[in-house]
């Protein structure tokens, strides 16, 4: 097993990890509103984190999304860190499955588009991570639209990937378990997406936050998924990423036969040594100089 197996595995971990802390500290500092509650004002007498009691008032300044939690410091800081060392590892992982689809098959279109959103998107998560949704909104709101929308397309691009990849019964339930996190994925993102528009209902709007919440995670267990094929990634990986992606004519397997099969007499600088490392024994002067007049039956 290949310790590559670590990388995807690191990133759900990290990420999920990460962003629930950010969460957590966000809801001590009373700088959001908790999940679990359903009850929005207008407006509120006090700010959310000048409020004191166990029922807090709450507004859609304060609706708990991923963003949102990550908007004021201490925890913003933790955001950006986050989003910056996911985007890093997002664009490893991407490069790395497109080097290992050409090294074990062959390159194709799916292939190439995949590792063309997977790099966009980890741009937009690095947009959206450095610039907080209160200090400058439209950029972090292209940023987050980037990384939803490419994230989308990677997960479905890899899906079909995997099912035209896809020879023995593992590698089939492999495409069944990753069609169906792609139409979760689908379903909460253009949920979330539409009643985020709707902004008179408090409770779309809520279901909305949640179901960003959910995109992000099943968008990082996919990247898990990875671990399947990671877990029998060869160096000759990482040779196709050295030849820039180049794929080559035959299976490296094929390589290596024609190597063992190779001769093993290569020409050297004399005549004399040919002659001898080829099992001609020694020759000299004249016998060349016979071999040579002769056509040079026995020689090169």
Not at 51 to 79: A, D, H, R, W, Y
């Amino acid at each position: 097993m290949s310790l590559w197996i670590i990388l995807p595995i690191s990133l759900p971990v990290f990420i999920i990890t990460g962003i629930w802390l950010v969460y957590a500290m966000a809801l001590y500092n009373q700088h959001v509103c908790p999940l679990s509650n359903w009850l929005y004002n207008d407006s509120c007498e006090e700010l959310l984190p000048l409020q004191k009691g166990p029922v807090l008032c709450c507004t859609l300044e304060n609706l708990p999304l991923i963003s949102k939690s990550g908007t004021l410091p201490p925890e913003s800081c933790f955001f950006s860190l986050i989003c910056s060392t996911g985007s890093f590892i997002v664009m490893l992982i991407g490069l790395l499955r497109y080097a290992q689809v050409i090294e074990r098959h062959q390159n194709c279109v799916l292939n190439t588009a995949g590792l063309s959103t997977c790099w966009i998107c980890a741009a937009g998560l690095i947009t959206a991570g450095n610039f907080q949704l209160d200090y400058a909104k439209v950029l972090h709101y292209v940023g987050a639209g980037v990384a939803f929308t490419c994230s989308m397309l990677f997960v479905s691009l890899q899906t079909a990937l995997t099912y035209k990849l896809a020879k023995t019964q593992q590698e089939y339930l492999l495409g069944h378990i990753r069609l169906t996190m792609s139409l979760l994925t689908f379903m909460a993102l253009v949920l979330g997406g539409a009643f985020f528009c709707v902004e008179t209902s408090f409770v779309l709007q809520h279901i909305s936050a949640i179901l960003e919440w959910v995109f992000c995670m099943l968008v990082m267990l996919y990247y898990g998924t990875f671990a399947f094929e990671f877990s029998a990634m060869s160096p000759d990986t990482l040779v196709v990423l050295s030849r820039g992606g180049g794929a080559s004519r035959f299976p490296a397997s094929v390589h290596h036969k024609l190597e063992a099969s190779a001769p093993s007499c290569y020409p050297p600088d004399g005549l004399a040594m040919l002659y001898s490392e080829c099992g001609g024994g020694e020759m000299t002067s004249p016998h060349i100089t016979q071999k040579l007049s002769s056509g040079g039956d026995g020689g090169v």
